[in-house]
């Protein structure tokens, strides 16, 4: 079925017939003993090349196919489908399931077909019910245990005051951020509009209540509490909200709705959140304001890091709770902090600012970009230490790709075709087997095979194309409960919200 080539024995005009020589990265290389190694053109010595060199001409070196754009000729060009067993399988949208080879293997192993959401299928929500009344003494509640104030807002469902929610067919509604729960199959998008969706993906339904309020404005980030059913964090204009409600019979119903709504003195708008894995503390930060705060939602208090780090851009607790890492855009250094007693590590060493960072699954190691370069960092083992070892580096250097004449009907006109570019996101599935990375201004995401261990082995396996005049990704994420290996979720610019299966053992 994947047209596995098989090295040719002993014939009467060949007796000795082809020679397995090597692996290299996934492909088995034939050699004939009787033909002098340099008239072997098909394995050239670029091939035969150490498996940790990292440049993007990797891709290149083991001849992985890239889906087609769309071309003059072809206006939708090639999608990708799924992953199964370390290959990329791509479909034509403009080509019946039943004409498709790729769509027969997905179908022999039982794969699943997911929906092509996109923002215009949001709910509508046109309930207009009165807010409750509360004068300003009794909004604020000041502390000696706080620095600043927070202003408790407890909301009733059925008193919410939700405004004309019609995304009238998507117009000047974009997705901001996706976030998946971290027990179940759902997952929940923020809107320009300043409004919270839920999506169920077992039941294929949008919930019927999304979370709006007033103070829920300029939305930058969402995420969900670890060790809680349903506790939403979201980052907002003027300070972060936290929603917290239960589903009574059916997951589309939200009941008792509670929103509490905290504010730091110029900690806005909070443009990063990140909780602690045993979720008592949530770490956020701001790109206005150059420190990080940490709340301890259990006992009502926060504390801010002493240390300076400008426009804060990034923010990401280890899975394992050990350490914070955050970056600044607006210099090129970076601080580590060990979460018992907050000391840290700062790096200056890297010549630009880090676009984007996250964790391995097991807080062993750290992925971050740095322009068009990933860099790996080692944690230690005893975290008193704080000695991160840099590990390795894969440079996704700028190349074009040009169509050969096997590609079909190939319109040369058509520009070479940029394939990577500078990072724009990174996310690392939860089993540490795929890291998947997207581009600014690019539509491609490139896809790698990871090996969590001593050393970290990095190969790269494809692209990954997503809807037609997607331009870019606007969000990337896994989920984190897919037992068949990893799904990645893409929110694009175009509005539409796209899951590529990866079977990575079927």
């Known amino acids: 079925a994947r047209n596995i080539k098989v090295p040719r024995g002993p014939t009467p005009n060949d007796p000795e017939g082809e020679l397995t020589l090597a692996e290299i990265n996934f492909e088995l290389l034939t050699i004939q003993p009787n033909q002098a190694s340099d008239e072997h053109d098909r394995h050239p010595p670029s091939m035969i090349r150490p498996v940790r060199e990292a440049n993007c001409n990797r891709f290149q070196a083991r001849n992985i196919k890239v889906p087609r754009g769309p071309t003059p000729n072809d206006p939708e060009g090639e999608l990708t489908l799924a992953e199964i067993n370390f290959e990329l399988l791509t479909i034509q949208p403009n080509q019946a399931s039943d004409e498709h080879d790729n769509f027969s293997r997905y179908k022999e192993i039982q794969g ?51 405004l004309d929610i ?20 759902k997952f929940s998008i923020a809107t320009t509009n300043g409004v919270i969706y839920m999506y169920d993906l077992n039941n294929n339904a949008w919930s019927t209540s999304p979370l709006y309020h ?25 300070g972060y909200c936290i929603w917290k409600y239960k589903n009574m019979g059916h997951e589309d119903v939200m009941l008792d709705i509670e929103m509490k709504f905290h504010k730091y ?63 600044s855009s607006s210099s090129p250094k970076f601080r580590i902090w060990e979460t018992k007693s907050w000391t840290s590590q700062k790096w200056t060493q ?45 440079d996704l250097t700028e190349y074009q790709y040009v169509h050969n004449e096997n590609d079909g009907d190939i319109d040369h006109e058509i ?33 790698y095979q ?16 997503g809807p037609p005049n997607a331009t870019t990704a606007e969000t990337i994420s896994f989920c984190t409960h897919f037992p068949r290996g990893a799904l990645l979720s893409v929110g694009w610019n175009t509005g539409k919200i796209s899951f590529f299966p990866l079977y990575v053992a079927v």
């Open 214 to 238: 007033d103070f829920q404005k300029n939305i930058k980030s969402i995420t969900w509490k670890p060790l809680a059913a349903n506790i939403l964090a979201v980052g907002c204009e003027n």
């Open 415 to 447: 520009p070479p075709q940029i394939m990577c570019g500078t990072i724009k996101d990174m996310a690392w599935d939860k089993t540490g087997r795929r890291l998947v990375v997207s581009f600014k201004n690019n539509p491609l995401l490139a896809l």
């Open 350 to 394: 890297f010549e630009d600012s880090c676009q984007a960072a996250c964790w391995s699954s097991s807080g062993t190691f750290l992925a971050f970009a740095v322009n068009d370069k990933i860099h790996f960092l080692e944690m230690p083992e005893i975290s008193e230490n704080l000695e991160a070892r840099y590990c390795a580096k894969e």
């Open 112 to 162: 699943t077909m997911y929906p092509n959401l996109h923002i215009s299928d949001l709910p509508h929500n046109e309930r207009h019910t009165e807010f409750r009344n509360y004068d300003n003494e009794s909004l604020i509640q000041k502390s000696h245990n706080f620095v600043g104030t927070i202003l408790d807002m407890i909301l009733d469902w059925n008193r919410l005051f939700a």
């Open 265 to 327: 003195p110029g900690l806005a708008p909070v443009s990063s959140l990140s909780w602690s894995p045993d979720g008592h503390f949530l770490a956020t930060a701001s790109y206005n304001f150059g420190y990080i705060v940490i709340w301890d939602i259990h006992h009502g208090t926060n504390y801010s890091l002493p240390q300076y780090l400008g426009r804060v851009s990034c923010l990401e607790w280890s899975p394992d709770g050990r350490f914070l890492f955050a970056s």
């Open 166 to 185: 019609r995304p009238t067919n998507g117009d000047n509604v974009a997705i901001v951020d996706l976030a998946w729960h971290k027990y179940q199959q």
């Open 450 to 465: 990871t090996s969590i261990g001593d050393p970290l082995k990095i190969t790269p396996m494809g692209f990954i194309r």
